[in-house]
């Protein structure tokens, strides 16, 4: 009975979170681990930022995002992301801005877990909520995104594949399709390699980078977006990483990104 009414409240508090509204994401990859597979029921929480810095003949982008994941069971997790911005002016027709981005807030269920010949498959409903202090700074509207993730362990890789569909908010831009294929290739207990290609289908953009320089116009409206990241984690502990790594995109924008993490129940 007891531990009905702990899933119960725990359910409750994250229909809350995404019902509120209390995003540029704060690792190097945008697809995410499994629920089950940063699961710990002594103090499922993990936090973290990073630095992101990319820049056009225009303007120089500065973004803090912030990350807080919570595992309310083994298969169903809860992420919050807020982002903190500056954007320098390097041209005088251009705004030089700081202030809040727009909050990203995704809820997944692992409906499927992984075995030996079968992937692992995730369901992840995401809300982007425009909080943004600035219009430089975000979008217009409210993002809903829904989609699955697959994810294999294959002993000396670790593959994750994604698609997502967003129904964008601004009336002005369409839904966008998108999809991910991410890898890691641990190096040693210290050490892993990291890479993803992700691409988008429609004008709303790569899920995860409104009010960046290529979401303000980096591209065409319309246009097909493809967007290649590699990085390196460092596990300074059991409980931190660290990770660096670059951003580089079809519309000629690119961006280098810093990030750590830590986690209360370990790995």
Do not use: C
């Not at 810095?53 to 225009?58: G, H, L, Y």
């Not at 041209?91 to 992937?119: H, I, M």
């Not at 050490?191 to 065409?220: K, Y």
Request: glycine share 8%.
């Amino acid at each position: 009975m007891f531990s009905r009414l702990v899933v119960s409240w725990r359910l409750i508090v994250a229909a809350a979170l995404l019902a509120s509204s209390s995003p540029v994401a704060a690792r190097i990859l945008k697809t995410k681990p499994s629920p089950s597979s940063t699961w710990n029921p002594l103090f499922p929480l993990t936090i973290g930022s990073a630095f992101e810095f990319e820049t056009n003949k225009d303007q120089s982008q500065y973004d803090f995002p912030f990350l807080l994941e919570y595992n309310f069971t083994q298969t169903l997790k809860l992420t919050v992301e807020p982002l903190v911005s500056h954007i320098a002016a390097k041209a005088k027709d251009v705004r030089t801005v700081t202030g809040l981005n727009d909050l990203e807030t995704s809820l997944e269920y692992e409906f499927l877990r992984e075995r030996r010949f079968r992937p692992a498959l995730t369901a992840e409903g995401g809300i982007r909520w425009p909080t943004h202090t600035d219009p430089d700074l975000g979008q217009r509207g409210r993002d809903y995104t829904f989609g699955i993730i697959a994810s294999k362990d294959l002993v000396f890789l670790d593959l994750d594949l994604t698609a997502l569909y967003t129904f964008v908010g601004d009336p002005q831009e369409s839904d966008t399709l998108e999809v991910a294929l991410a890898a890691l290739v641990p190096l040693n207990h210290k050490f892993d390699i990291e890479a993803e290609v992700v691409h988008s289908f429609g004008a709303g953009g790569i899920r995860g980078q409104p009010g960046t320089l290529s979401g303000a116009g980096g591209g065409a409206t319309g246009a097909d977006l493809t967007e290649g990241t590699i990085g390196l984690a460092w596990h300074v502990s059991k409980r931190l990483k660290v990770e660096t790594g670059g951003i580089i995109r079809s519309d000629h924008t690119w961006q280098i990104v810093f990030a750590w993490e830590f986690s209360f129940s370990g790995e």
